[in-house]
């Protein structure tokens, strides 16, 4: 507790720090005409007075922030009343109770996997608490493992985080309104705000979001407290789990089903609601290779939640064991289902009523992609006709077949023939290796995945998460944490490296870099320098340009915000000049300090009098 009255502290320093700031530059900028008026003499004040009034329209918005009034935002959803759903509202006054948390002025439930909730005063000073379940949670967990969850949001109000965080959050709302208004008004007048800004926002942000993860740590340790340390970590791993299963799973294939098989009235939480078990995880060891490659995942100076495998150490779980025991199904009873018993459907049924619009779009979003597959299909198939397909888009042409046409055999047959012609291909092994596994052969799959998880490359770590599972299929414990070991290692050093990807010369004949020159040469001219580079195991190109720039336009272009007009026009051109390339190619446009500058060599450098080797 001490720890987060430090934290609290340091937190309302940089708030008046900020508010000050604004305060002070703002009446600068009002006064910043009259003072030079009377500061200089006759037709030179005059002058320089309207050259500086804009400013004073400028200042006046910055002194208007600080007393801005707090934007509390929309409370949206569904309403729910004791009446209506009794045993939530049971199960809610029994945890409240027991974490002597102040009572829940409005619970509404919400089409979101979460549970959030916020605290704000309202007249006379008196805070309201206000509680969102999203139903995709409740028809996933367990009634325990979502009463851990709401144990852990009735600890924040509990130790009046709701109200502080709102605070904060609103702090932000403020110096973004700020960083908007800069944005808009490019000026040298703005330019010792801008500064200021680009100084004290990051530093903020990094303390605020700080404070945010303690207050996790502690909610999370309330919630231990009150339900158990293994049921609140049975709840964190299962939320894990869930949201993977519906996001790269569920959702994606009711979409895709519903442009398959059109419907005039797609009703996605209502049939989450009436579904049974979800078809992944497919089982436990699935469910433990997912949770493997999670508990990887480090905390972002971005997050205001601690990643899990750090939460869960708090808790004092052991993430190092293989054989973690995981409820990876779905809940049978869900919470949804104990907690709101007949109005369950009911209830569902009217979140998809209030989001036709967004479920309208999702499905668009699913005809568009599936169009995209159709189009690439044919397009490949078109090639196939007129030539040899290359290894890359064989490898590509038997990933459609097995995973978009549902034609595993044909992508059997496609990848044989290829491998006979070029047997080292890794994306034509790899894909074998899946189409090998999804026909039941699994031992010839482990041969493929050994192979390539003993080659360094972009298909090491997902051989090695397969091989893992494998062995946890078979039970197999002690390989299982072989493979999870040399899998978690090579995450975390990626995870770590976090530099700029890695590109290959791009080892183009003389004549197509000609070609290519010749259709970029506006760019070439006028940029300080364009490479081109081409992404590992691919034959996919990157563009890598870099504006002429020299001080005096750093300088102004960071006084004003405004991009200088070399970088500007190397935009222009590009857009214009890519689409008539005859090669997939990505561009970049470089700053100084862009770590990609060190891969750009003299070999790779596009110029307007390249000859053939």
């Known amino acids: 507790m001490p720890n987060l009255r430090r934290h609290r502290l340091r937190i309302s320093a940089w708030l008046l720090l900020g508010d000050v700031a604004l305060l002070t530059l703002g009446l600068l900028l009002c006064l910043l005409p009259a003072l030079l008026l009377v500061a200089l003499p006759g037709l030179f004040g005059v002058l320089a007075a309207v050259a500086t009034f804009p400013a004073a329209p400028f200042g006046l918005v910055m002194l208007k922030v600080p007393f801005s009034s707090r934007v509390q935002g929309d409370e949206d959803g569904i309403p729910l009343l004791p009446e209506q759903v009794p045993q939530l509202f049971t199960e809610l006054e029994r945890i409240r109770s027991e974490l002597g948390a102040p009572r829940l002025d409005a619970v509404y439930l919400n089409s979101q996997f979460n549970a959030s909730i916020r605290q704000h005063r309202v007249l006379a000073g008196r805070t309201r608490n206000v509680l969102w379940l999203g139903l995709p949670l409740l028809d996933t967990l367990s009634p325990a493992a979502c009463a851990a969850i709401l144990a852990h949001e009735c600890a924040h109000i509990a130790h009046r985080h709701g109200r502080y965080a709102s605070r904060v959050y609103f702090a932000r709302l403020q110096w973004q309104a700020v960083s908007d208004r800069l944005e808009r008004n490019r000026t040298l007048s703005g330019a010792p705000l801008r500064l200021f800004v680009e100084w004290y926002v990051p530093r903020f ?260 998460r397969q091989l893992s599972m494998l062995a946890m299929t078979a039970q197999d414990w002690e390989q299982a944490s072989h493979y999870r070991q040399q899998a978690d290692r090579l995450q975390k050093q990626t995870n770590a490296e976090q530099g700029p990807p890695q590109y290959h010369a791009h080892e183009l004949a003389a004549v197509e870099v000609n070609k290519l020159a010749q259709t970029l040469a506006p760019l070439l001219r006028i940029a300080g320098g364009v490479w081109l580079l081409r992404l590992p195991d691919s034959r996919h190109y990157v563009l890598l340009v870099q504006a002429r720039e020299n001080l005096l336009l750093r300088l102004v272009s960071r006084l004003t915000g405004e991009q200088n007009y070399s970088q500007r026009n190397c935009e222009q051109l590009l857009d214009r000049l890519m689409p008539r390339l005859h090669l997939r190619v990505e561009a970049y446009l470089l700053e100084d300090n862009d770590p990609r500058l060190a891969q750009c060599t003299e070999a790779a450098r596009m110029r307007l009098d390249a000859s053939p080797d």
């Not at 293994?230 to 959702?251: K, M, S, V």
């Not at 888009?393 to 044989?416: G, K, M, Q, V």
């Not at 189409?435 to 298909?459: C, D, I, K, T, V």
């Open 205 to 464: 942000l990094d303390i605020s979001l700080d404070f945010a993860r303690h207050c996790e740590y502690q909610a999370d340790a309330e919630a231990a407290r009150v339900c158990g340390a293994d049921t609140f970590a049975q709840a964190l791993i299962g939320t894990a789990l869930q949201r993977r299963a519906l996001a790269e799973d569920y959702w994606p294939r009711l979409y895709t089903q519903a442009v398959n098989q059109p419907r005039d009235n797609l009703q996605p939480l209502l049939e989450l609601a009436r579904h049974g078990l979800l078809a992944t995880p497919v089982d436990a060891a699935q469910a433990g290779t997912w949770l493997h490659a999670e508990l990887c995942n480090s905390t972002e100076r971005s997050d205001t939640h601690p990643a899990l495998a750090e939460r869960l150490a708090a808790l004092g779980i052991d993430t190092a064991r293989t054989d973690l025991p995981l409820n990876w199904q779905r809940a049978q009873p869900s919470a949804a289902q104990a907690w709101l018993g007949e109005q369950h459907h009911a209830l569902a049924q009217r979140l998809d009523q209030e989001f036709a619009e967004f479920i309208r779009e999702r499905c668009n979003d699913a005809r568009e992609d599936y169009q995209a597959l159709v189009g690439e299909h044919h397009e490949l198939l078109r090639k196939q006709r007129i030539r040899s397909l290359n290894s890359d888009e064989i490898a590509r042409l038997a990933w459609l077949y097995r995973t978009h046409l549902d034609d595993n055999p044909r992508a059997a047959s496609l990848l044989e023939e290829a491998l006979e012609q070029d047997p080292e291909h890794r994306a034509l092994r790899q894909q074998q290796a899946f189409s090998l596994y999804q026909a039941g052969e699994h031992q010839a799959a482990a041969q493929r995945w050994q192979q390539l998880a003993a080659e360094p490359g972009p298909y090491q770590l997902g051989s090695l």
